[in-house]
């Protein structure tokens, strides 16, 4: 079972690129890698999901390299309103769902 | 709004109490889910339903029970509680099971109070 380990915060500034780290060691060959966005009083909101390389879309790229035991999420030019907490999960093929303990965002003016 | 529907927002319950959490979703969606998130842990699955059948139970004690009556809706019986019980308490949906299904739709969940 895949344990995911994030930083616990992270400061950044409007208009800068933030990358946040996560670790899964033992990761297995058919899990897959997802983030998730948490504001206060709402439930997580879907970013991004990926296997392997790169996956990109309109909000954020996932990088994941070749041995899969860490992943990338990389915000480009983060605004205040990206202040949030961000939640890395392991999916597992046997329907276990690990996540991380998050790592909340600041963005600054 | 997420279409994902959670009642009640709030419940306060003391330990003897039996109570129910509602989840409705109308989002097509065959996999619906059971989240605990408390102040000091990460998001904890609970329970997964994938076409109304439940594939996994986490090692939740038995004074919470699942149902899902339909794709649609999923509801979690709670009885006897303790306080460490106290929670948020989200679900979710998603197009098709883990992994590597989509997205999952997540409710604004219960905030849950046990005293």
């Known amino acids: 079972l895949a344990k995911t380990t994030q930083p616990i915060s992270m400061d950044s500034y409007e208009g800068q690129e933030v990358n946040i780290t996560c670790s899964h060691n033992n990761i297995a060959t058919n899990d897959y890698i997802t983030w998730y966005q948490q504001f206060p009083s709402q439930g997580p909101r879907f970013i991004i999901q990926?296997?392997?390389t790169k996956v990109t879309n309109e909000v954020a790229s996932l990088f994941i390299p070749a041995d899969r035991k860490s992943s990338t999420l990389s915000l480009p030019r983060v605004s205040l309103s990206d202040t949030a907490v961000y939640y890395c999960l392991v999916e597992n093929a046997g329907n276990m769902l690990t996540f991380g303990g998050g790592t909340r965002l600041m963005v600054k003016p | 709004e997420t279409g994902v529907t959670q009642t009640p927002r709030h419940l306060v319950m003391g330990m003897t109490n039996k109570k129910s959490l509602k989840c409705e979703q109308h989002?097509?969606?065959?996999?619906m889910y059971w989240y605990k998130q408390s102040a000091k842990k990460p998001l904890e699955l609970m329970f997964v339903y994938n076409f109304k059948e439940q594939t996994e139970n986490n090692s939740v004690p038995s004074r919470f029970s699942p149902e899902c009556p339909n794709s649609s809706h999923l509801f979690l019986h709670l009885h006897t509680l303790q306080p460490e019980d106290s929670a948020l308490y989200l679900c979710a949906s998603s197009q098709e099971p883990p992994p590597g299904g989509g997205e999952q739709y997540f409710g604004p969940g219960t905030r849950l109070t046990v005293t």
């Open positions: 989002l097509g969606h065959n996999a």
């Open positions: 990926g296997y392997k």
